[in-house]
């Protein structure tokens, strides 16, 4: 009998755990109108424990999809603006005298937050963007040979423009693999537009969000997810796309070891996004072409492969690989 109860209680526990689950989601589109696709994706990462990016021109979402999402949860959350000015101290911060105790103290910057907003972040040079690279990796920051932990959970949903616009800077590669999804957020319909007009009359929902979910909630959220059974046969299914891409005559730079490995954790994520314990074959090849689009390289082209042509070879070369039955 006590086993039995057991099992009930680990039942409910996750059926909880669903249902916070589409709580966020449900918060996030009641703000972002006709986004609901896109708002899942930002959950894929938010549940594997990794970072987003989201790319489109200004003006169609991409900073009210960022505060949706942070402030649907119960977490310190910063927006930082990135600018060609902006320095790295600005972001992890730096030690200061004191000279009421004549020593150096550390003074935690804006990246000490659960959520931080890297809003326009290719706007800023690679030294300045690299200043996240150990955060978003290892969540840790080192300043003057210490090291300093990052509180869990820890997100970067970050923005940028397309590289074709003005005042902006490539990402580089290093920092590019950091990000699980690469996600473009596209113009609203025409219907979703109109109720955008009308519900931002009286000034911005998002400010009046309420959250949904505590940090413990979503790190509760982060285990189980790692417990979603992933059959073998999906496994192989995305080491022959992974294999693919490196073979690929379209392509100089293959998918790495880190990507096949993050693609995995988002499968999971997917899969119980829907409400699931174990993973199907879409639940990965719905997730290829935002996982692997930013990891991979074309044929004669050093550096800024526009995301529509990189999407649009990649799909072609996934469509090729049978999906397991």
């Given at each position: 009998?006590?086993?039995?109860?057991?099992q009930a209680d680990a039942?409910?526990?996750?059926?909880?755990?669903?249902?916070?689950?589409?709580?966020?989601?449900?918060?996030?589109?009641?703000?972002?109108?006709?986004?609901?696709?896109?708002?899942?994706?930002?959950?894929?990462?938010?549940?594997?424990?990794?970072?987003?990016?989201?790319?489109?021109?200004?003006?169609?979402?991409?900073?009210?999809?960022?505060?949706?999402?942070?402030?649907?949860?119960?977490?310190?959350?910063?927006?930082?603006?990135?600018?060609?000015?902006?320095?790295?101290?600005?972001?992890?911060?730096?030690?200061?005298?004191?000279?009421?105790?004549?020593?150096?103290?550390?003074?935690?910057?804006?990246?000490?937050?659960?959520?931080?907003?890297?809003?326009?972040?290719?706007?800023?040079?690679?030294?300045?963007?690299?200043?996240?690279?150990?955060?978003?990796?290892?969540?840790?920051?080192?300043?003057?040979?210490?090291?300093?932990?990052?509180?869990?959970?820890?997100?970067?949903?970050?923005?940028?423009?397309?590289?074709?616009?003005?005042?902006?800077?490539?990402?580089?590669?290093?920092q590019m693999d950091r990000?699980?999804?690469?996600?473009?957020?596209?113009?609203?319909?025409?219907?979703?537009?109109?109720?955008?007009?009308?519900?931002?009359?009286?000034?911005?929902?998002?400010?009046?969000?309420?959250?949904?979910?505590?940090?413990?909630?979503?790190?509760?959220?982060?285990?189980?997810?790692?417990?979603?059974?992933?059959?073998?046969?999906?496994?192989?299914?995305?080491?022959?796309?992974?294999?693919?891409?490196?073979?690929?005559?379209?392509?100089?730079?293959?998918?790495?070891?880190?990507?096949?490995?993050?693609?995995?954790?988002?499968?999971?994520?997917?899969?119980?996004?829907?409400?699931?314990?174990?993973?199907?074959?879409?639940?990965?090849?719905?997730?290829?072409?935002?996982?692997?689009?930013?990891?991979?390289?074309?044929?004669?082209?050093?550096?800024?492969?526009?995301?529509?042509?990189?999407?649009?070879?990649?799909?072609?070369?996934?469509?090729?690989?049978?999906?397991?039955?």
């Amino acid at each position: 009998m006590d086993k039995e109860t057991s099992q009930a209680d680990a039942r409910a526990d996750t059926e909880q755990l669903y249902a916070s689950v589409q709580a966020l989601l449900d918060s996030m589109s009641q703000v972002v109108l006709g986004k609901r696709d896109v708002s899942a994706l930002c959950l894929v990462a938010l549940l594997s424990g990794e970072h987003v990016l989201l790319e489109d021109v200004p003006g169609v979402g991409k900073t009210l999809m960022g505060k949706a999402l942070a402030r649907s949860v119960s977490a310190e959350f910063c927006r930082v603006q990135f600018t060609p000015d902006l320095l790295p101290s600005d972001i992890v911060g730096s030690s200061i005298f004191n000279s009421n105790t004549n020593s150096f103290e550390f003074v935690a910057g804006p990246i000490f937050n659960s959520f931080v907003l890297a809003d326009e972040i290719n706007r800023a040079p690679p030294r300045t963007q690299s200043a996240l690279l150990e955060a978003m990796s290892d969540g840790q920051v080192s300043v003057d040979g210490k090291t300093h932990a990052l509180d869990k959970p820890f997100m970067v949903i970050a923005t940028q423009n397309p590289y074709e616009f003005e005042g902006t800077y490539i990402l580089p590669e290093s920092q590019m693999d950091r990000f699980l999804l690469r996600i473009s957020m596209g113009y609203p319909e025409r219907e979703y537009e109109r109720q955008i007009l009308e519900s931002h009359r009286l000034g911005q929902p998002v400010e009046e969000m309420k959250a949904v979910c505590t940090t413990q909630d979503i790190l509760n959220i982060q285990k189980a997810v790692r417990k979603v059974t992933v059959e073998e046969s999906i496994s192989e299914y995305m080491l022959d796309v992974i294999r693919a891409t490196r073979e690929s005559s379209q392509f100089s730079v293959g998918v790495s070891t880190r990507g096949a490995l993050l693609w995995y954790r988002a499968t999971q994520a997917n899969a119980f996004i829907a409400g699931r314990d174990f993973a199907i074959p879409d639940d990965a090849k719905d997730l290829a072409v935002p996982v692997l689009s930013h990891r991979v390289q074309l044929h004669g082209v050093m550096q800024g492969n526009s995301r529509t042509e990189l999407e649009s070879v990649l799909r072609e070369v996934v469509s090729k690989i049978p999906i397991p039955v």
